[in-house]
């Protein structure tokens, strides 16, 4: 049982395209993040959020509590967003866990 | 302000062996957690420490362990090495503690590879 699960697992996009990236997750959380790592590992933390919606630049992260769900979106996609995008949930209740999706690999071709 | 620094970056152990992974904090930061990714099994939260003191941990054997020194830099510990510990280790740090409920900053990892 994953308790995080993100879609797409791929996804290659033209630049310029808008993307959409979702996460969503089946139990109660406190927090959410978003994270990318690009080839060679670095993690960079992207947003992290408990409700609502956060902007930075050209990514835009929301998320849904009721619904259990989030998204990032990217707007006027560039080939450096290349990357894989990580969406983890913070579980208060059952002892500080932290849980990863599996990621969604992100090519953006020029 | 420099940030979260792990070494050594790469290193190659053979089963049996034991390894020692280092991780020093941003500067004021006094949270360390550290992650394990496989291509298998992504992400895995390991544990967190603050103030000295392992405050969770992940589901992984008694065989992974850690701890904080003083100036919050955090070691964490493989010992009898498995080939299935071949894994991308990462450590990050954050402020307050509670590693999700906070924004984090990731080091580059050490990457082992256990032969």
């Known amino acids: 049982k994953n308790e995080v699960e993100q879609s797409p697992q791929n996804l290659t996009a033209q630049e310029g395209e808008f993307i959409t990236i979702n996460c969503s997750y089946s139990?109660?959380?406190?927090?959410l993040h978003w994270l990318q790592q690009h080839p060679g590992g670095g993690i960079v933390s992207l947003f992290m959020l408990s409700s609502g919606k956060k902007k930075h630049g050209r990514l835009i992260a929301t998320i849904n509590i009721q619904e259990k769900h989030s998204s990032l979106h990217i707007t006027a996609s560039h080939p450096r967003d290349s990357a894989v995008y990580i969406c983890a949930v913070f579980l208060p209740n059952t002892g500080n866990q932290f849980y990863f999706g599996t990621g969604t690999s992100l090519t953006v071709i020029p | 302000k420099a940030g979260v620094t792990q070494t050594p970056r790469y290193l190659i152990k053979t089963r049996g062996q034991q390894v020692t992974l280092s991780c020093s904090p941003i500067?004021?930061?006094?949270?360390v957690s550290w992650y394990q990714q496989t291509p298998g099994q992504g992400l895995q939260f390991l544990f967190e420490?603050?103030?000295?003191?392992?405050?969770n941990k992940g589901n992984f054997p008694g065989r992974f362990s850690g701890r904080q020194f003083s100036n919050s830099r955090s070691e964490m510990n493989v010992s009898t090495l498995e080939l299935g510990d071949s894994a991308l280790y990462l450590c990050?740090?954050?402020?307050?503690?509670?590693?999700?409920?906070?924004?984090?900053?990731f080091g580059a990892g050490s990457r082992l590879t256990v032969l």
């Open positions: 500067s004021g930061h006094r949270s």
């Open positions: 990050a740090s954050s402020f307050q503690q509670g590693s999700g409920a906070n924004v984090l900053t």
């Open positions: 139990v109660g959380i406190s927090a």
């Open positions: 420490y603050f103030s000295e003191t392992q405050r």
